[in-house]
């Protein structure tokens, strides 16, 4: 199996800055995208931030420019710097990684169990 672990999140008044932090483990031989998912009430979940293989990295328009993503390979993990923020970035912030666990098998789809992000005005 594998595992995403979240750690960081949490109140923080508007213009703030947390950091997000994630570490995957267990049955992994590489992991494909690597990155940072969020979902407000009554939203669907949405793309903020994630990294290729490659390194080729995407954000959502709205974090442009605030927020910042950085992976490491070796260690299997996904940082989001996110400055700068705003009562809209409110939401649950999920990591997922697209996980190849076997060489040569088809990448699975992994999601850690989420953390709160409130951003008071």
């Known amino acids: 199996q594998v595992q995403l672990v979240e750690s960081g999140g949490g109140l923080v008044q508007a213009g703030g800055s947390l950091r997000l932090s994630c570490a995957a483990s267990?049955?992994?031989?590489?992991?494909?995208?690597m990155g940072w998912y969020r979902q407000a009430p009554g939203k669907q979940r949405e793309l903020v931030a994630a990294v290729t293989g490659s390194g080729t990295i995407n954000y959502a328009e709205s974090v442009k420019g605030r927020f910042t993503i950085s992976r490491d390979n070796a260690q299997n993990t996904v940082i989001l710097q996110m400055n700068s923020l705003k009562p809209e970035d409110t939401a649950v912030y999920y990591c997922?990684?697209?996980?190849?666990?076997?060489?040569?098998?088809?990448?699975?789809?992994?999601w850690g169990q989420g953390t709160q992000v409130t951003v008071s005005s």
């Open positions: 997922g990684a697209l996980v190849v666990r076997v060489s040569g098998t088809n990448p699975e789809t992994y």
């Open positions: 267990g049955s992994i031989f590489s992991i494909n995208t």
